[in-house]
């Protein structure tokens, strides 16, 4: 399975752009790059994903890097919700078996100072 | 549009029982995923059900079973439980698995076995 690589943790400042970046050198043609988080106490919720393009929706922002070893999910102005754990995970484009599932890793804590 | 739900909420068992756990997927949504969260860490991806049929399963021995119904709800069965099968479980629904697309989970059932 292709595996990704984030910082363990990282701190912000409310109201201040967060950079999340994640790893992911062995990254094949096919993989999408999908971010979720998980606030304490509850399921994983989807911030975003993509295949090549950057994104952007209402929550977040992704940059991928050109040779797509490498994404950033930026967060335009951290709020207090918004500490969680991130996961950077690579998703197969086939359906079904393991690889059409979501791997998670350990993720990066986000804590998020007033 | 609903979510994704999950029942009950929490529950307790005693090491050698049987235990069903319940998730109603988002409305649309035909694919069901499993997984596993120990405390501390990321989750795991258990089995996944598309149109009623097991098409994925990750790395848990076959007294972790499921069913998908024609609703496309779908229940996790645990035989035998042991103590490390304490654990949030989670639930996932989708359009067809795959990197293309998204899940969405509920908020989960913690399973306490004693």
């Known amino acids: 399975d292709a595996k990704t690589t984030q910082p363990n943790s990282m701190e912000s400042n409310e109201e201040e752009p967060v950079h999340l970046p994640c790893n992911h050198s062995?990254?094949?043609?096919?993989?999408?790059i999908h971010w979720y988080r998980q606030l304490p106490s509850q399921g994983p919720e989807y911030v975003i994903h993509?295949?090549?393009s950057n994104v952007n929706n209402r929550m977040a922002s992704l940059a991928i890097a050109e040779d797509r070893k490498s994404s950033t999910l930026i967060l335009h102005r951290a709020t207090l919700r918004d500490a969680a754990v991130y996961y950077c995970?690579?998703?197969?484009?086939?359906?079904?078996?393991?690889?059409?599932?979501?791997?998670f890793g350990k993720g990066t804590k986000l804590s998020v100072k007033p | 549009e609903t979510g994704v739900t999950q029942s009950p909420t929490h529950l307790i068992k005693t090491r050698g029982q049987q235990v069903t756990l319940r998730c109603s997927s988002q409305?649309?949504?035909?694919?069901v995923s499993w997984y596993q969260q120990a405390l501390g860490q990321g989750p795991q991806f258990i089995f996944q059900?598309?149109?009623?049929?097991?098409?994925g399963r990750g790395n848990f021995p076959p007294r972790f079973s499921g069913l998908q119904f024609p609703n496309y709800s779908s229940e996790l069965n645990v035989n035998a439980l042991e103590l490390d099968d304490s654990a949030l479980y989670l639930c996932?629904?989708?359009?067809?698995?795959?990197?293309?697309?998204?899940?969405?989970f509920g908020p989960g059932t913690r399973l306490t076995v004693t």
């Open positions: 996932a629904s989708s359009i067809p698995a795959g990197g293309k697309y998204e899940q969405y």
């Open positions: 062995t990254i094949s043609g096919t993989d999408y």
């Open positions: 993509g295949l090549t």
């Open positions: 995970i690579l998703r197969g484009v086939n359906y079904g078996g393991s690889q059409g599932n979501l791997i």
């Open positions: 409305s649309g949504h035909n694919t």
């Open positions: 059900y598309y149109r009623e049929e097991e098409n």
